[in-house]
C-alpha cells in the first residue's frame, strides 16, 4: 500500500493497530450491555468501565453524566436542543462554531428562539462583542473550545465567568472535540456544564462520542425508547465504539504531554521547511493562541482545493476548509467570519499533525507542498 502521510489529524485519526487489536480482544463475548445474561452483563461492564475512563480523562465528578453518543454531531444537539432552558429564552454563541452547532442555532432561531452569534476578529474571538451579546435574559452559551478549522484556542473558561457575571444561571456549554488531546485540559479548566467530546479524534473509531453534562444540568433527552445511557440516549449502546473510546483515553492520557511536544515541534519543523520553500506563503493566526498541531495556511495565488487535489495524489492529505464542508464550493464559514474575503479564504488549507509524523516525512511534505504550489499559482 502506498505511503501516505496524514497531515488532516483534525479531521479524524486512524485507528492504531495495536488499539484495533485490543478493543476487539476486549469486546469478545459480550452482547447487548442491556441483557441479563453473562454476555450482557460483560458488555455492560465494558461500557461502565469506558464511561469511567472518559470521566478520568476530562476529570468530571462522580455524580456527572457522561451520556455516549454516535458523535460529537450528536452531543451537541443534545445538548442544544436537549436543555430545558433554551425553549422561552435567549442564547449565545460564536460565529465560528462547527456546522453541528450552527445549524442546530439556525433551526432553533426559525423556531423562534433568540440566537446571537458573536463576531470573531481576524485573530481570533471578540471577546467585547460576545460581552455586548450577553444579557440577564440569556439562558444558555455555546462556545467552542477550539477551532477545528483554523486551530484557535477560545478562552472559554474566561468566557464562562464574563458571561455567569451577568447571567449567574447561565448554562455553559463547549464544543471542546479539538481541545481534548491537543492540550492539557479539563471540564473544571473550561469551567463548562456541558462538553461535547468526539472519539476519533481521540484515537477510537468514528462513530462515538459523549456529552458530558455536570450534575445540576437538566436535559431532555432526543432520543427515546429504552433506558439506556440514564434515560438520555435511547438505542442499544454502541459497544465496540464506546470500548474504542475508554480505550483511546486511556491510551492517551500517560503520553498526552510528549504528544502535545511532539506536535509543536512536528508543526514548527513543517511551518520552517515551507517557509524556506514558499515566500509568499502566509500564515494565518497567532501560533501562541492556536492549537499546538494546526497550521492555517494562504498560498497567495493557489486555489486550495486544486492544491488538496495535487498533494492527495502525491500521497499527502490536508484540508481545504472543514473536513465535514469539503465537497462544497462555497469558501467555509470560519475564515469568512475571519474577514477573509472569498477570493482569500479559497487560497487557504488547514494542516494538521497527530504528532506521530517523522520528520523525514514532514521535510517531504513540505517539498511536496511547494512542488504542488509552483504547479498550482496563476
Ligand atoms: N465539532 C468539531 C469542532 C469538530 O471538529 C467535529 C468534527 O470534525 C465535530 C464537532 C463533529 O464530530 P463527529 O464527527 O464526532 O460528529
Redesign the pocket.
Known amino acids: 500500500m502506498e505511503h501516505r502521510i496524514n497531515l488532516d489529524a ?3 485519526l486512524m485507528p492504531h493497530p495495536q488499539h484495533v487489536a485490543r478493543v476487539l480482544e476486549k469486546i469478545k463475548g459480550a452482547l447487548n450491555p442491556s441483557s441479563l445474561h453473562r454476555p450482557g452483563q460483560r458488555a455492560r461492564a465494558l461500557v461502565e468501565e469506558a464511561r469511567e475512563a472518559v470521566r478520568e480523562f476530562i476529570a468530571a465528578q462522580r455524580g456527572d453524566k457522561i451520556i455516549f453518543t ?5 452531543a ?1 444537539s443534545l445538548a442544544l436542543y436537549g436543555s430545558n432552558v433554551l425553549q422561552t429564552s435567549s442564547i449565545v454563541s460564536t460565529s465560528i462554531e ?1 456546522h ?2 450552527l445549524e442546530v442555532l439556525h433551526d432553533l432561531n426559525a423556531r423562534g428562539l433568540d440566537v446571537k452569534l458573536a463576531k470573531v476578529t481576524p485573530f481570533g474571538i471578540d471577546l467585547d462583542n460576545l460581552a455586548a451579546q450577553i444579557s440577564s435574559t440569556t439562558k444558555f452559551l455555546s462556545v ?1 473550545a ?3 478549522e483554523t486551530g484557535i484556542i477560545l478562552p472559554v473558561a474566561k468566557i464562562a465567568e464574563l458571561a455567569r457575571n451577568v447571567a449567574p444561571k447561565i448554562i455553559v456549554h463547549s ?1 471542546a ?2 481541545l481534548f488531546g491537543r492540550a492539557k485540559t479539563s471540564i473544571d479548566l473550561l469551567k463548562a456544564d456541558l462538553i ?1 467530546l ?4 481521540l484515537g477510537a473509531f ?1 462513530g462515538v ?1 459523549c456529552l458530558v453534562a455536570r450534575e445540576h444540568v437538566d436535559l431532555t433527552p432526543q432520543v427515546r425508547g429504552g433506558p439506556q445511557e440514564g434515560r438520555m440516549r435511547a438505542g442499544t449502546e454502541n459497544l465496540i465504539g464506546i470500548v474504542s473510546m475508554g480505550e483511546a483515553v486511556r491510551e492517551l492520557s500517560p503520553k498526552l504531554d510528549q504528544l502535545i511536544a511532539k506536535m509543536r515541534t512536528g508543526r514548527d519543523q513543517l511551518w520552517h521547511e515551507i517557509e524556506k520553500r514558499c515566500p509568499k506563503v502566509e500564515r494565518l493566526f497567532n501560533e501562541a493562541t492556536t492549537l499546538p498541531n494546526t497550521l492555517s495556511l494562504r498560498f497567495p495565488g493557489s486555489r486550495s482545493d486544486d492544491l488538496l487535489v495535487a498533494l492527495d495524489l502525491k500521497g499527502i492529505s490536508v484540508s481545504a476548509g ?3 464542508a469539503s465537497g462544497k464550493p462555497e469558501p467555509s464559514h470560519v475564515l469568512l467570519a475571519h474577514q477573509l474575503s472569498h477570493a482569500q479564504a479559497k487560497e487557504v488549507i488547514r494542516i494538521s499533525l497527530s504528532g506521530d509524523e517523522l520528520p523525514e516525512e514532514l521535510v517531504r511534505a513540505a517539498e511536496q507542498i511547494a512542488q504542488c504550489n509552483a504547479a498550482n499559482e496563476r
Open positions: 483534525n479531521a479524524g454516535s458523535g460529537a454531531t450528536e451537541n462547527h453541528s452547532v467552542m477550539a477551532n477545528n464544543d472535540v479539538q461535547s468526539s472519539g476519533h479524534k468514528a462520542g472543514s473536513a465535514c
